[in-house]
């Protein structure tokens, strides 16, 4: 069974920087995407960024495309999302999951598993 543990979510100021860490446990397959989903008060969760474990190919939202990185050290089974310029608009709780085989970008959300808890972001203005 697929865990992940995402954390490193804090409040920061707008402008301000933040890298959030996946560690993903269980994995019984080789080939994998993992994904950064956000879920902001009121509004349904949305995918940010995956990245896939066969190629390293990076996908993301628009809203993030220029101000967000996706990285993952496949050694440790850990995935990094690095969050630069960030906006209030960015504030949600985080959440990473896992998507076994190859997803068509960022994938649909049905196609993960192993969703943890996420960790709170909150931008200030």
């Known amino acids: 069974e697929v865990q992940v543990v995402e ?3 804090a409040w920061v100021q707008s402008g301000g920087s933040l890298r959030l860490s996946c560690v993903v446990s269980g994995l019984s397959y080789n ?6 989903f ?14 896939s ?4 190919s990076t996908y993301y939202s628009a809203s993030v495309l220029g101000r967000f990185y996706i ?6 089974n850990t995935a ?10 960015d504030t949600a709780v985080y959440y990473c999951a896992v998507a076994p085989g190859t997803t068509w970008g960022l994938g649909q959300e ?8 996420g960790t709170q972001v909150t931008v200030s203005s």
């Open 53 to 56: 474990s066969d190629d390293g």
């Open 7 to 9: 954390s490193g979510g």
């Open 71 to 76: 990285s993952s050290d496949k050694v440790k």
């Open 31 to 36: 080939l994998y995407a993992i994904g950064w």
């Open 38 to 51: 956000r879920q902001a008060p009121g509004k349904e969760r949305e995918a940010v960024s995956c990245i």
């Open 80 to 89: 990094f999302l690095q969050m630069n310029n960030l906006e209030p608009e």
């Open 110 to 117: 049905f196609e993960y598993e192993g969703w943890g808890q």
